[in-house]
């Protein structure tokens, strides 16, 4: 519905393990959407799984880590929402933290248990930042329903935006024209609050060229 609401077009890419067939739907579309869900596989990662570790998938862990990179180096658009900050750390070399209040120490509640388009915490975005340009502002209210986030960022990934507590909440990659990731769900919060809506009109325009 966000995308529809940009001008965009959504289409859904199923799991799946054929590379070919990524390969092909890839050539179709014009950009990438990794959305929310579960925790990341940590044996992807070369860890042993934390007991604070949520439900995996590792079938479309997989297939998204594969999907990311193919992506990536055909420098399309790739735009990432909660699970897909993840995704897109673990996809480019970097590292996860299992659970941010065992490995960080985190301090704000990161999983709400409100409604999902109900804002629970703030980010402060770095001044002068890509997403500052983007929004015009240094702090936004958003949701929150992670206990993974990003430990030691990716090849060439900037951070743009952090918690409170010192977890990152938002990056962008330095030399791709459109990678771009935030920990919050802007697609339940854009119709009470223009600046995540702003974050889907952003995506679409990249899109669109």
């Known amino acids: 519905r966000s995308v529809l609401e940009v001008g965009g077009t959504p289409l859904i890419i199923p799991p799946c393990d054929d590379t070919d067939m990524m390969v092909s739907l890839l050539d179709r579309v014009d950009a990438l959407i990794l959305s929310g869900g579960g925790d990341i596989n940590p044996l992807y990662l070369g860890e042993e799984p934390q007991r604070e570790l949520g439900s995996i998938n590792p079938a ?20 990432g929402i909660c699970r897909g900050i993840q995704v897109m750390t673990a996809a480019l070399g970097g590292k996860l933290y299992q659970d941010i209040y065992r ?12 409604e999902r388009h109900v804002c629970s915490h703030t980010v402060r975005i770095a001044s002068g930042s890509l997403l500052h340009r983007i929004l ?19 090849r060439d990934l900037l951070p743009m935006a952090y918690a409170d507590d010192g977890v990152i909440e938002g990056f962008y990659h330095g030399t791709h024209p459109y ?9 339940r919060l854009w119709r009470i609050n223009a600046e995540n809506k702003r974050l889907f009109d952003d995506f679409i325009k990249a899109a669109a060229k």
């Open 103 to 114: 490995e960080a120490s985190a301090t704000l509640k990161h999983s709400q248990d409100t």
């Open 179 to 187: 990678l771009r990731a935030y920990q919050w769900h802007p697609e």
């Open 136 to 154: 015009g502002t240094e702090m936004l209210p958003v949701n929150s329903f992670h206990h993974q986030a990003a430990k030691r960022l990716g």
């Open 60 to 79: 479309r862990d997989w297939h998204e880590l594969m999907l990311m990179r193919l992506a990536a180096n055909r420098q399309i658009p790739i735009l």
